[in-house]
T-cell receptor
């Protein structure tokens, strides 16, 4: 069964600090992995997309890593800002774009 | 960039009535769109895959006669919640693939409240 698990479930950090979110998946055959940011009451917005051959990809203060061997991905947020407070969702696509599995999300709260 | 638009963003209806939510791809053609439901503090749950010109594919446990999906054109899919009940109150989100780049874009969501 395709599964995507994220940790931690929730996280509170001080503004300016760094944090790392984890995503473990059992999706097969792997196609790509995406990280999305979802503000409360809004639709998810794409942060990064990674294919099998990519190990790391950055988007501003967001850096995603992918280890296809261990089926793990992380999203590192540098110098967090209050606006980073949101849910971060890991989405893994298998065997073609129609097979999409969502992670349970990590709710991040950045406090002053 | 590609944009997916949902309408309405919020809707309140009486129990027993039907509600239609639209999902439009504004600057690209989407042969496949997806509909999700999200309850408070929970992850997105895929309800169905909407294919242009054919019947939608529903996930297990989703009543296809209650959640009617129509994908009549390459830029529009609609979700109709029929005979709505309070337990149908939720946040409904659509997404669409840009076939050329393989990007998956989400709409802003529609919050349904059934009284």
């Amino acid at each position: 069964k395709n599964q995507v698990e994220q940790s931690p479930q929730s996280l509170i950090i001080l503004e300016g600090k760094n944090c790392t979110l984890q995503c473990n998946y059992t999706v097969s055959p792997f196609s790509n992995l995406r990280w999305y940011k979802q503000d409360t009451g809004r639709g998810p917005v794409s942060l990064t997309i990674m294919t099998f051959s990519e190990n790391t990809k950055s988007n501003g203060r967001y850096t995603a890593t992918l280890d296809a061997d261990t089926k793990q991905s992380s999203l590192h947020i540098t110098a967090s800002q209050l606006s980073d407070s949101a849910s971060y969702i890991c989405v893994v696509t298998a065997g073609g774009y129609q097979k999409v599995t969502f992670g349970t999300g990590t709710k991040l709260q950045v406090i002053p | 960039g590609a944009v997916v638009s949902q309408h309405p963003s919020r809707v309140i209806c009486k129990s027993g009535t039907s509600v239609k939510i639209e999902c439009r791809s504004l600057d690209f053609q989407a042969t496949t769109m997806f509909w999700y439901r999200q309850f408070p503090k929970q992850s997105l749950m895929l309800m169905a895959t909407s294919n242009e010109g054919s019947k939608a594919t529903y996930e297990q446990g989703v009543e296809k006669d209650k959640f009617l999906i129509n994908h009549a054109s390459l830029t529009l899919s609609t979700l109709t919640v029929t005979s709505a009940h309070p337990e149908d109150s939720s946040f409904y989100i659509c997404s669409a693939w840009t076939g050329s780049t393989g990007e998956l874009f989400f709409g802003e969501g529609s919050r349904l409240t059934v009284l």
